[in-house]
């Protein structure tokens, strides 16, 4: 066996790593040698153009916020984090700002792919709100309302203590799943939580609002990389993960193999990934930005290797399935099909970021990545999906436990 080193796998954990991999995975692509896809870059300008079109429809001044889980606690129009934390009366920015990040981190360790056929009854307006949605305001909802506070006097935090004890009955109430309105990977969701609750007592915190200080600390109030906020997240939320790609002791988390991809220092053949914390990354930011702390290199962070990124690339052309058939079947998520398709996802969005802000006369301080993705090809994924399919489902079919989509 090849020598590992241990500083070499840590890399593994950074987003640079990610990004190289991925460019990597595009490079195998362009040399035709991938199992499971054939690269038409000629189809990327009228993606990026699709893009920029979804982009002008839903900000045509082009004031676009970054690409976070705060947009999915706006509803109808109404701001429901922000009428909340209006509602609690925080005394101060830190407390905002750790009652901020308590609700990101829950809120998107829930945010794996729900399915379908789920919905969540919204008591306000009496509508159903589906997918990501969905979920951010059943996660907001269960906030609000104490479920993952330790102490009844004081409902608006994530305690630790609360997330050990939390089941998936509890979780399936809170989130109005059953028989039939089946939510998927409730059992996995809530496992997370509860590995969430056990990591954060090891590491001596008491909610993950700890984090807010930690970070504030090491801005000293000035500024922060967007880098340092995801080796943050991944060491608080190292050991969360199902056991899975695990070397020289470093869990991975996010991280697959193909055989294709290079190497060294034992980490030929790994391919990371890391789209749950760096969704995570995304929205710790304006937290801290509240708090008067600037963060810099954003776009030090990758796009988002999930469905409806990767949805858009397959949808538009860019993407196609050297076997047809495999749109028919499902896929588990570290098979080479599915870490072939995140993969390209990764770096073929760096592609339609750049021809974008071309089309814009923007740069890429003002129109960064996380504008891109929210404007943008998350927002465009969904549209294409939505006028190809019925329901508005990925193309690909993935066998999730709810951690990873």
């Known amino acids: 066996m090849p020598d590992t080193n241990p500083d070499a796998i840590r890399r593994l954990l950074k987003p640079d790593a990610v990004r190289q991999r991925a460019q990597e995975m595009l490079a195998l692509a362009r040399a035709g040698r991938l199992g499971h896809f054939a690269l038409d870059e000629t189809r990327l300008p009228a993606c990026a153009d699709y893009v920029l079109e979804t982009i002008r429809q839903n900000y045509p001044s082009l004031d676009i916020p970054f690409h976070a889980r705060w947009r999915h606690f706006t509803v109808v129009g109404v701001d429901r984090w922000a009428a909340l934390a209006a509602k609690a009366a925080f005394p101060d920015a830190a407390a905002r700002g750790r009652a901020a990040y308590d609700l990101a981190v829950v809120s998107v360790l829930l945010d794996a792919g729900a399915g379908a056929d789920w919905r969540y ?203 047809p058939t495999d749109a028919t079947r499902a896929h588990e998520v570290g098979s080479q099909l599915v870490v072939e398709w995140r993969g390209l996802t990764v770096a073929l969005l760096d592609e339609v970021g750049e021809l974008v802000r071309q089309a814009l006369g923007m740069t890429t301080e003002q129109l960064p990545l996380a504008k891109v993705l929210e404007g943008g090809t998350w927002a465009a994924g969904r549209r294409i999906a939505r006028e190809r399919r019925q329901g508005g489902g990925p193309p690909l079919t993935i066998v999730s436990d709810g951690t990873v989509f």
């Open 121 to 323: 009854r919204d008591a306000l307006t009496g509508d159903d709100v589906r997918r990501s949605e969905g979920l951010a305001l059943a996660s907001l909802d269960m906030f609000a309302a104490g479920a993952f506070s330790a102490r009844p006097e004081d409902p608006y935090r994530v305690d630790a203590a609360a997330l050990r004890r939390l089941d998936a009955d509890a979780l399936a109430a809170g989130f109005q799943a059953g028989p039939g309105n089946p939510l998927i990977g409730l059992d996995g969701r809530a496992a997370l939580l509860n590995r969430l609750g056990e990591e954060l007592k090891r590491q001596g915190l008491s909610r993950p609002g700890d984090l807010f200080d930690r970070l504030s600390a090491a801005a000293e109030g000035r500024s922060l990389r967007a880098s340092y906020i995801l080796a943050q997240v991944l060491e608080v939320l190292g050991g969360i993960w199902p056991s899975r790609l695990v070397v020289a002791g470093i869990p991975l988390g996010d991280s697959w193999r193909h055989p294709l991809i290079g190497g060294a220092d034992g980490t030929a053949g790994i391919v990371p990934f890391h789209k749950l914390s760096q969704w995570l990354s995304y929205s710790l930011i304006e937290p801290l930005q509240w708090a008067g702390i600037e963060v810099i290199g954003i776009d030090e962070l990758t796009g988002l290797p999930e469905y409806r990124n990767g949805g858009l690339f397959l949808d538009m052309g860019v993407l196609v399935l050297k076997d």
